[in-house]
């Protein structure tokens, strides 16, 4: 089954996730739906200070909205915002440095930021990490699960009261079309049974992040929530942890720019906020979230497992004290009703 859905999924992605896929895609694109000031509207992108988390920030300025740039590397963030308001002539950009995958870190900036901020329009989850050996962070948490879902969740759960108070609220995730060859796997949330494949615990992070945007679309009704695919971009993050597959997409690698262009059409055009909350998006379009034939989607059983687990880690970094933060958390076991 695995064989059957990387084949798919790899001649899919040939046609549609590169450059001459987003060419294609295009050319049925309204150019008025980003034709809008985004003046006194605050935007929270994470992984700001490059690839696409850049590229997003450097568009949302130029129509002059507020932007918190949320970044690992304070330096990175300084000289990416520095490009940025050269370019845009926007001064509205601050930086939080905050690591994605501490939890409790990630989990005191959002606490903290609720109390300084008056409102947050759009949360903008675009950071991640493709770790290809297994690693645990400080709290014992595998890294790329701490990063791509974790942190996310943490953040985004965190913010949610902010983004009910505010008007249009939204709230995108930037995963990855390799979710489409993963199941839910909710009895091994952080990749500790078998063999360590980091582009495949990636795959199931993103699959992971699909599964909450449609749970958050469900209880949130306020908040528009969306994920989606940029394709195949040419970004430092994927140059870094796909070196080979960088070499031989070559040329046929989206720009950042066309990566971007999904995420900031959801995070701006009034004709997204239209579209039904919680759906997979492609290129401007809502897309399937699963292969067809592939034997991908998950029970209500599975998901709900899946979530228990989710706000029992939280809850354990939330109630830690001072003194015990350098102690391992104790994830939860799987349990099915």
């Known amino acids: 089954m695995s064989l059957y859905r990387n084949t798919v999924w790899f001649l899919s992605g040939i046609h549609q996730y590169t450059r001459k896929g987003y060419a294609a895609a295009s050319n049925d694109f309204e150019p008025k739906d980003l034709e809008?000031?985004?003046?006194?509207?605050?935007?929270?992108?994470?992984?700001?200070?490059?690839?696409?988390?850049?590229?997003?920030?450097?568009?949302?300025?130029?129509?002059?909205?507020?932007?918190?740039?949320?970044?690992?590397?304070?330096?990175?963030?300084?000289?990416?915002?520095?490009?940025?308001?050269?370019?845009?002539g926007n001064t509205e950009l601050y930086i939080h440095t905050v690591d994605m995958s501490q939890t409790r870190k990630v989990w005191e900036f959002?606490?903290?930021?609720?109390?300084?901020?008056?409102?947050?329009?759009?949360?903008?989850?675009?950071?991640?990490?493709?770790?290809?050996?297994?690693?645990?962070n400080e709290e014992g948490l595998?890294?790329?699960?701490a990063t791509n879902t974790m942190g996310m969740y943490v953040l985004t759960q965190t913010l949610i009261p902010l983004l009910q108070k505010s008007r249009d609220p939204r709230v995108i995730t930037v995963s990855s079309g390799g979710m489409l060859v993963q199941k839910l796997r909710v009895d091994d949330l952080q990749s500790e049974k078998g063999y360590f494949d980091g582009v495949m615990v990636y795959a199931q992070n993103k699959r992971q992040q699909v599964v909450l945007t449609q749970h958050w679309a469900k209880v949130n009704p306020v908040i528009h929530f969306s994920v989606m695919h940029p394709g195949w971009a040419d970004t430092p993050a994927v140059s870094t942890s796909m070196p080979q597959f960088h070499h031989m997409m070559g040329e046929r690698l989206r720009t950042v720019e066309q990566g971007a262009d999904t995420v900031v059409w959801l995070a701006l055009s009034r004709a997204a906020a239209r579209t039904r909350s919680g759906q997979f998006f492609q290129d401007r379009e809502p897309v399937p979230d699963h292969l067809p034939l592939a034997w991908t989607h998950s029970s209500a059983e599975e998901i709900q497992t899946f979530i228990t687990q989710l706000e029992t880690l939280a809850q354990a970094v939330e109630s830690r004290h001072d003194g015990d933060l350098n102690g391992p958390l104790v994830p939860p076991r799987p349990h099915f009703v």
């Open 142 to 145: 595998e890294k790329n699960f």
């Open 110 to 136: 959002a606490e903290a930021f609720k109390k300084q901020y008056p409102s947050l329009n759009v949360l903008i989850n675009n950071a991640g990490c493709m770790v290809q050996k297994r690693e645990l």
């Open 36 to 88: 809008i000031s985004v003046v006194g509207r605050s935007f929270m992108i994470t992984g700001a200070n490059s690839g696409i988390g850049k590229a997003t920030a450097m568009a949302i300025a130029k129509k002059g909205g507020t932007v918190h740039m949320v970044c690992r590397n304070k330096e990175r963030a300084e000289e990416a915002r520095s490009d940025i308001v050269s370019e845009s």
